[in-house]
């Protein structure tokens, strides 16, 4: 199972009634965050999952409203008892991001591994098996989306392996993707594994305009999550100067990436409701939905 939680929905600035963008999975006992506002903490907390678990931290672009809230998470997490390794991902700049923003969280009691994305698009894998891809986007400094995938391999098959004669001692080894070599012999996890069935995937995309690639991107995902900054057709010109999106784009992208769900986020402090302008989403793409803060959701796999 992997959950989901939208820590906040606000855009540019926190608000007494909405805190920043930021979004937190938990896959395996492990978390992994993308970005990190001021106040992240502070909603953390509210969504009671804990922090020193936090394998991972994605940092989409470093505009503020999408790092501030890093050096105090950093002392939180180390306050929580963390002594592992914590990666950081995030584009171009990132070592000096982190160097800057933690001379006001020093000594911390466990490392900080950088990931820094030199390539436009491309992958990273994480200790707990998801796979972390990320795709540059169209905003007015280096921005990137990314999405969340955790393959699930075929369903074993004993009858197969007895009749490869596999002793029964490897056949949990092989259901693991090992390779077993015994008595001259190679024992290969494909020869009593069906099919890879179908695993999970969720996107996040906040701060860009839409582009070629998004669709293809978000392709199939379970959850797509997607900035809204203004809800109103009318406000496109302003979307376009700001590198920013309408909700009807976005329920666009939904549409060509054969979504199942999608959430909109990173509203304008503008807009106080943004049910206000959900009709604007649902009639290109109905199963859009008005993010709020500290709403959740657990995708569970599929028997196909």
């Not at 909405?18 to 965050?33: C, F, P, Q, T």
């Not at 998470?73 to 991001?97: D, M």
Request: proline share 4%; with cysteine.
């Amino acid at each position: 199972m992997l959950d989901i939680c939208l820590l906040g929905t606000g855009g540019m600035m926190p608000l007494p009634e909405r805190w920043l963008s930021s979004v937190l999975l938990r896959y395996n006992g492990k978390m992994i965050l993308t970005d990190c506002g001021e106040g992240t903490q502070i909603i953390m907390r509210k969504a009671e999952w804990g922090f020193k678990e936090i394998e991972a931290i994605c940092l989409t672009h470093y505009h503020a409203d999408h790092v501030s809230g890093l050096p105090g998470l950093l002392l939180t997490i180390g306050n929580s008892g963390r002594e592992e390794n914590l990666v950081i991902i995030g584009p171009k700049g990132l070592k000096n991001l982190v160097e800057c923003l933690t001379v006001i969280s020093p000594q911390l009691p466990f490392g900080i591994e950088l990931i820094e994305i030199e390539n436009n698009k491309g992958c990273e894998i994480l200790q707990n098996g998801v796979i972390v891809e990320y795709l540059s986007v169209d905003h007015n400094i280096p921005c990137f989306s990314y999405s969340f995938n955790i393959k699930r391999q075929g369903k074993f098959d004993p009858e197969r392996a007895k009749k490869e004669g596999i002793p029964q001692r490897f056949w949990s080894m092989l259901q693991r993707g090992e390779i077993i070599k015994d008595d001259g012999r190679t024992f290969l996890p494909e020869m009593v594994l069906g099919e890879e069935r179908k695993g999970l995937k969720v996107s996040i995309c906040t701060d860009t305009r839409p582009t070629l690639g998004m669709a293809d991107f978000i392709r199939d995902s379970d959850v797509f999550i997607c900035e809204g900054m203004y809800g109103e057709d009318e406000k496109l010109e302003k979307a376009i100067e700001k590198k920013h999106m309408l909700f009807s784009e976005a329920a666009k992208l939904a549409t060509d990436g054969n979504v199942k769900e999608m959430w909109l986020t990173h509203f304008s402090p503008s807009i106080k409701d943004p049910e206000e302008y959900l009709d604007n989403a649902k009639r290109i793409f109905n199963n859009s939905i008005a993010g709020k803060d500290l709403m959740c959701k657990t995708l569970s796999f599929t028997d196909s």
